[in-house]
T-cell receptor
């Protein structure tokens, strides 16, 4: 039933590890996004994909690599995790850019 | 200067009060003005949006935009404890681009 789902919900890992977060939407939207929300609750876009094609790539370290196997999925892989990567990562989807629907978030803690 | 500024709060009001939440922005190209609500440990959800200057009402919520002063407001009438959340404004240019979120204002409605 969930419109935008993310797994895992919580992720605790050590510095230097590689981890992935998965996102799926069942709304039939053509655009998907990854956002990072830091400890001060500032929500900043990282990437967006339209029909599996990367259209926005903000100033994000290249340790972060999004992958979109199909329109309904957008995964985020992070290499060599650092303490500063600790945040909540939100996936979102939309038809057009305005009305974006967000997932529940993945709380990443790097120790 | 950030592109979008919001007072982070917290703003604490008694139940039944009229609440005014505000944003200022610097980019005169913004045409659409979105308001998102984010409950604690949840993803943001779209509350409403307006196009250009003027007012828009949806139940107890009214969004107001003054493009001449680059000022956006969200009014909540008859506030309820269930309105306790963080409210994020997110203006948008209307072309293929990203939403720019404010830092959000945390609202607490007390019994």
């Amino acid at each position: 039933d969930t419109a935008v789902s993310q797994t895992p919900k919580y992720l605790v890992t050590q510095m230097g590890n590689d981890k992935s977060i998965k996102c799926e939407q069942n709304l039939g939207h053509d655009t998907m996004y990854w956002y990072k929300q830091d400890s001060k609750k500032f929500l900043k876009i990282m990437f967006s994909y339209n029909n599996k094609e990367l259209i926005i790539n903000e100033t994000v370290p290249n340790r972060f690599s999004p992958k979109s196997p199909d329109k309904a999925h957008l995964n985020l892989h992070i290499n060599s995790l650092e303490l500063g990567d600790s945040a909540v990562y939100f996936c979102a989807s939309s038809h057009g850019e305005r009305e974006q629907y967000f997932g529940p978030g993945t709380r990443l803690t790097v120790t | 200067q950030k592109e979008v500024e919001q007072d982070p709060g917290p703003l604490s009001v008694p139940e039944g009060a009229i609440v005014s939440l505000n944003c200022t922005y610097s980019n005169s190209a913004f045409q659409y003005f979105m308001w998102y609500r984010q409950y604690s440990r949840k993803g943001p959800e779209l509350l409403m949006y307006t196009y250009s200057s003027g007012n828009k009402e949806d139940g107890r919520f009214t969004a107001q935009v003054d493009k001449s002063s680059k000022y956006i407001s969200l009014f909540i009438r008859d506030s309820q404890p269930s309105d306790s959340a963080t409210y994020l404004c997110a203006p948008y240019t209307g072309t293929a681009s990203k939403l720019t979120f404010g830092t959000g204002t945390r609202l607490q409605v007390t019994l």
